[in-house]
């Protein structure tokens, strides 16, 4: 079965940097689009970045944000940079498989002084 699990989420000053990495299995990891997802509460989950035959950004984040991806270890990274508090939110790896889609457990990103 799909699983998705992220990791390096954390507390961070603004401006800061960190970076999260989504380890994949139960599919063919380099055949399928992978994206970031972030929710804070209240409000619906939005798309951060999305890396397939090409990437792509929220206005947010462009020019701060980097995704990657490994398709040799199935990983996906975000990497953030020059991080702000608005950024506050849990992320979330997402896996479009055959028109369904995945999501991992989440990770808590904090940026507060």
């Known amino acids: 079965q799909v699983q998705l699990v992220e990791s390096g989420g954390g507390l961070v000053q603004p401006g800061g940097s960190l970076r999260l990495s989504c380890a994949a299995s139960?599919?063919?990891?380099?055949?399928?689009?992978m994206s970031w997802y972030r929710q804070t509460p209240g409000k619906e989950r939005e798309l951060v970045a999305v890396v397939g035959g090409v990437t792509n950004y929220a206005d947010s984040v462009k020019g701060r944000f980097t995704i990657s991806r490994d398709n040799a270890k199935n990983t996906v990274y975000l990497q953030m940079n020059t991080l702000k508090p608005e950024d506050t939110a849990v992320y979330y790896c997402?896996?479009?498989?055959?028109?369904?889609?995945?999501w991992g457990q989440g990770t808590q990103v904090t940026v507060s002084s």
């Open positions: 139960g599919f063919t990891f380099s055949r399928y689009v």
């Open positions: 997402n896996a479009l498989v055959l028109s369904r889609h995945y």
